[in-house]
């Protein structure tokens, strides 16, 4: 009992700090929608938001059915640097009407703890896996936002595509050659989250979107962004210049669709991701920002929807 008495203050503050969390995020997800916790085997508490209908029950063989394997596979959203799992509300809203949905917060992001290390896309990668491995999630498509594309590619490296249904890349690299003008505006700009963390936050928010949204959006996702700590912030972009792995996209042997808004500078490097995937497409949005899919909802929502009812079926487990 005097333990209970003593852990029970220490955890209020931490229960307090996940339902405001989550509550700043329900105001466009499913009204059911589920909040809860995987853990790591490095201890790490990864948070997640889950909505939809439950999976069919597998029937006495063992099979899964043709609607569950085929027709309605689990969708697993991934969102990028700093940004939280309900980024992804308009397509939790849309997607779970007729598919298992969830979507994670990264280590350190959102709800998900706040550890010192692990802030590399091969550490993340094995996040993810835990994510999918413990809500029983496979065959699943990973749907992954910019610095989560590299983490989704290094799942492939690390895993390999059992567990996988197919892959949709969104405005993101799996690796790149970073000359000295590139690296000194990186460097500047990390900076910048170290001389004025809310400043930049407030700048890097804006800055992810082409089309208005209203000020009280922005300010959630301000909010959001800023539950991350700074050094951990700045070490995830280090963790992804110093991960090239490109030589893993030749292993994806499963539906890719990459979606991605038309920046000049970075379409060659989107362009030869997409060469170096064999079933792969792409689209391009060209009026909207890195955030596309808040941007665009509706068009996105379509695009995958019509990924989502070309994939091939399962076959059944034995």
Sequence with gaps: MKMKRLLIPALVPMVVSVMTIVSQAQENLPR????????????????????????????????????????????????????????????????????RVVAMDPRSQGASSKPTEGHLPATRARDIKSVVDQLKLAPVVIVASTSAVTEAVSYVDQFGTATLAGLVLVNGIAGREYDEATMSGLIAYSNSFQVDRNKAADRFVRGLYKKPQSEDYIRRMVRATLQMPTNSALALIIGGIASDNRQALAKIDKPTLIVVARVAPWMQFYEDLQKRIRASRMEVFDDAGHALFVDEPRRFNSLLDGFLSALPPEPPNN
Excluded at 43 to 58: D, M, S
Excluded at 91 to 96: K, N, R
């Design 32 to 99: 059911a929608t589920k909040s809860g916790f995987v853990t790591t085997s490095d201890k790490v508490r990864i948070h997640y938001l889950e909505a939809g209908p439950r999976l069919t029950q597998r029937a006495s063989s063992g099979a899964r059915s043709t609607r569950d394997s085929h027709s309605s596979p689990t969708i697993l959203f991934v969102p990028g640097w700093m940004t939280p799992a309900w980024i992804w509300e308009h397509q939790m809203a849309h997607f779970s009407e007729n598919h």
